[in-house]
């Protein structure tokens, strides 16, 4: 702390100002000098840079084709898929398993990595600052056009062609195994979704428990998770999971008086106890939560929301059409039993639905 000439004190280290403008504290440093890479100096360091680059593309390549390799060259249809104890079927899935992992994890190194390593090595890497502006007139478009097509140049692609070329064909069939993944999304034979195990005389049981449901044991408001007695005759190695897949049933039992029944549906239901899938319609997500009160299924998924009292017509969300409805009966046990087969393909909707209906109720009549 000082004082001025007539006493005053000031304050030590302060920055002079000029009226209102106060001088800049720092200069401005500005950009370091740039340092060229060895492959900017040298073209044998450029050329073998170029050469790594395309052995990395050429790996995704090869990546993609060992995925296909073990997709569609692996066979495992004729072993157990899900009994992995079997010598066979456990080495045929492990190779498969191996083959479609490592194809896809080669198939994205190699291009990801590639692409990392040209720009660090080949694309120029000088500094540029430019200022932020809006881009509005037709001078500022052209100049914009100019800034993407320097890019362009720098980026060797037009020196460079065998670059370019590997690129391209590594950026084609990197995707192709996801495509190929669809596959697996669905059978190809969708007459598979025309029947379950459901059939006449078979009767309805717990999930998992298996024991079969009296109607006098299913009480206003209730709610039963419900497969065909005959699932328990089917191995998990004979495709027990898609048989259950298709055949599992929401049991419920409403007021007769609150539920609007079609005339053709009327001997569907034992005293108000209705089945109906508990596959969605829109995506195949279970539908699994039952509002007592509204009497609405929620599927958890994506919102769809079916009302009971209308034969589970869609009130809300994407699903397009109503669950399928089991027609159910009792035996001289008191046992509910199905009366047939859904009259529709259960799940998701498909192109070919409407023949399968029109098929299917056809051979109920």
Excluded at 58 to 69: A, E, M, T
Excluded at 182 to 204: A, I, N, Q, S, Y
Excluded at 241 to 262: G, I
Excluded at 340 to 348: A, L, M, N, Q, S
Aim: aromatic fraction near 6%.
């Amino acid at each position: 702390m000082g004082s001025h000439s007539d006493g005053t004190p000031h304050q030590s280290g302060t920055v002079a100002t000029t009226g209102t403008t106060e001088m800049e504290r720092f200069p401005d440093p500005g950009l370091p000098p740039h340092r060229p890479r060895l492959t900017d100096i040298d073209e044998k360091a450029a050329k073998r840079a170029e050469r790594q680059v395309v052995l990395l593309f050429l790996i995704s390549v090869l990546g993609s084709v060992l995925f296909f390799v073990g997709y569609f060259g692996i066979q495992i249809d004729g072993a157990p898929k899900y009994d992995v104890t079997d010598p066979s079927g456990s080495r045929a899935l492990q190779v498969q398993n191996l083959l479609l992992g490592l194809g896809i994890a080669l198939g994205m190194f190699g291009i990801g990595i590639g692409v990392v390593h040209w720009a660090r090595t080949l694309m120029p890497d000088h500094e540029l600052v430019e200022s932020r502006h809006a881009v509005r007139t037709e001078e500022q478009r052209a100049d914009a056009q100019e800034i993407l097509t320097t890019i362009y140049d720098e980026s060797g692609i037009k020196r460079r062609p065998l670059l370019r070329n590997t690129l391209i064909g590594a950026a084609v069939v990197a995707p192709l195994p996801f495509v190929g993944l669809l596959k697996d999304l669905g059978p190809t034979d969708l007459d598979v979704l025309k029947h379950t195990l459901w059939d006449e005389g078979v009767r309805l049981v717990r999930d998992p428990s298996g024991t079969p449901i009296k109607a006098s044991d299913v009480t206003l408001g209730s709610t039963f998770h419900v497969v065909p007695e005959n699932l328990a005759q089917i191995g998990h190695n004979e495709g027990y999971l898609d048989e259950k897949a298709k055949a599992v049933v929401l049991l419920m039992r409403l007021d007769p008086d609150s539920v609007n029944v079609s005339p053709e549906r009327q001997d569907w239901n034992v005293d108000g106890i209705f089945a109906y899938s508990k596959v969605c319609t829109h995506v195949g997500c279970p539908v699994a939560l039952y509002e007592q009160q509204t009497h609405h299924l929620l599927c958890p998924c994506h919102q769809s929301t079916f009302d009971l009292t209308n034969e589970c017509e869609v009130i809300f969300g994407p699903a397009a059409r109503p669950l399928p409805q089991l027609p159910i009966t009792v035996d001289a046990e008191g046992y509910l039993v199905a009366r047939g087969d859904f009259t529709e393909p259960v799940g998701p909707t498909y192109s070919q639905r409407g023949t399968h209906v029109e098929e299917m109720q056809g051979e109920a009549n």
